[in-house]
């Protein structure tokens, strides 16, 4: 490894060492209804940035039509898995599962190989759904649901549109932006999980 990438591996780990362990938009409190927080909510917590921003990128650096299909698989499944939460249904892990996507999308940048497009577009829903399991938990009343669930789902829009426009920058800054952005979840996903 040469010295540069050695620095900005440092460089990753320290600015991540000074990031709160509780970096998570998700407190499980129950206070939160509307468009204003629904909208909001995706802004507050690392692990929803690094992961949206993430399948943008990925989306782009996959080129073609799944450019379009990834963000797309990644909405419907998150409202899934929002619509799993508000019928009820009880699912284990699912701030496991955040962390975990944070952490496999590090890799998945980092490694940087062409998966198919189904097991991609799989990857993808299992981490929506549980980013979207974990937003519905957050609503204090269903009756807010609606706009909640509008509001989250047109800020995860538009961290998946910053990815995907991050990943159109030419093949140089493309290449070191995925490897920083890989770095980085890859660390954040650590942390996430070693505090869950």
């Known amino acids: 490894m040469n010295t540069a ?19 998570y938009a998700h407190t499980g409190t129950g206070h939160l209804s509307g468009v204003i927080d629904g909208f909001s909510h995706p802004f507050l917590g690392v692990d929803h940035l690094l992961v949206m921003i993430s399948i943008g990128l990925w989306a ?17 499944a998150m409202t899934v898995g929002a ?8 699912i284990a892990g699912m701030e496991r599962g955040v962390a975990l996507s944070v952490l496999l999308c590090g890799f998945i940048l980092l490694w940087n190989k062409h998966l198919s497009t189904s097991v991609a577009s799989s990857l993808i829903s299992l981490f929506a759904i549980s980013h979207g399991y974990v937003h519905a938990a957050e609503i204090s009343h269903q009756s807010g649901a609606g706009g909640y669930v509008t509001g989250f789902l047109l800020a995860t829009t538009l961290l998946l549109a910053i990815g995907i426009l991050t990943g159109f920058f030419s093949l140089v800054i493309q290449k070191q932006v995925r490897n920083i952005f890989g770095w980085i979840c890859t660390f954040a996903g650590i942390a996430f999980l070693v505090s869950i």
């Open 5 to 23: 990438k050695q620095v900005n591996i440092i460089l990753i780990g320290w600015v991540l060492s000074l990031l709160p362990v509780s970096a």
């Open 60 to 76: 782009a650096v996959s080129k073609g039509y799944r450019v379009c299909l990834f963000p797309v698989v990644f909405l419907l």
């Open 83 to 90: 619509i799993f939460n508000f019928m009820g249904i009880e």
